[in-house]
């Protein structure tokens, strides 16, 4: 999920309803499906176990590499962050309050509106995020190329009748 620089979310969760999606799938199609769900999966646990051992819920974790992440700048609002993790409001304001509790984030009152609350990480919040962030970047190269044929599988036209080699 990106922000374009207006705040807007780009990459929302789209349904397609075209030919080809309601046509019956191939065997070896459910087959890829299961293994790049799976691959997502154990990526997803990766990033749990990661968050956990510097002491952060996944969710945390998200939250800061958000803010720091978001294109431009180097502070989202509250609402921009529930926005990016897909969660209410309140949910987000509590996340930024166990984040500010640990010394990861800040909160400032918004310039240009004083009615929004700025988040930007801490020295202390950059340190942990940037642990974390290079341990997920080492995770992803080591499963890049097979989340690429996951990829190259899914943007085909055609019908493949072999999955992707496990």
């Known amino acids: 999920m990106l922000l374009r620089s207006n705040g807007k979310r780009?990459?929302?969760p789209m349904r397609h309803h075209t030919r080809a999606a309601r046509r019956p799938l191939h065997a070896s199609e459910?087959?890829?499906?299961a293994a790049f769900r799976y691959t997502l999966r154990h990526f997803l646990s990766f990033s749990e176990t990661a968050a956990?051992?510097?002491?952060l819920a996944a969710q945390q974790y998200q939250a800061l590499l958000?803010?720091?992440g978001c294109p431009g700048r180097d502070a989202l609002t509250i609402n921009e962050l529930a926005n990016v993790l897909l969660i209410k409001h309140n949910s987000a304001v509590g996340l930024v309050d166990r984040l500010e509790s640990e010394g990861l984030v800040r909160r400032?009152?918004?310039l240009e509106d004083r009615r929004k609350v700025n988040v930007r990480l801490t020295r202390k919040g950059v340190r942990v995020f940037e642990r974390l962030a290079a341990v997920?970047?080492?995770e992803l190269r080591r499963i890049g190329p097979r989340l690429g044929e996951f990829l190259e599988y899914f943007?085909?036209?055609?019908?493949r009748a072999e999955p992707v080699p496990r």
């Open 10 to 12: 780009t990459g929302a």
């Open 30 to 33: 459910y087959e890829v499906l």
């Open 52 to 55: 956990a051992e510097v002491g």
């Open 66 to 68: 958000a803010i720091k």
């Open 108 to 110: 400032s009152t918004a």
């Open 136 to 138: 997920h970047r080492d």
């Open 155 to 159: 943007s085909q036209q055609t019908r």
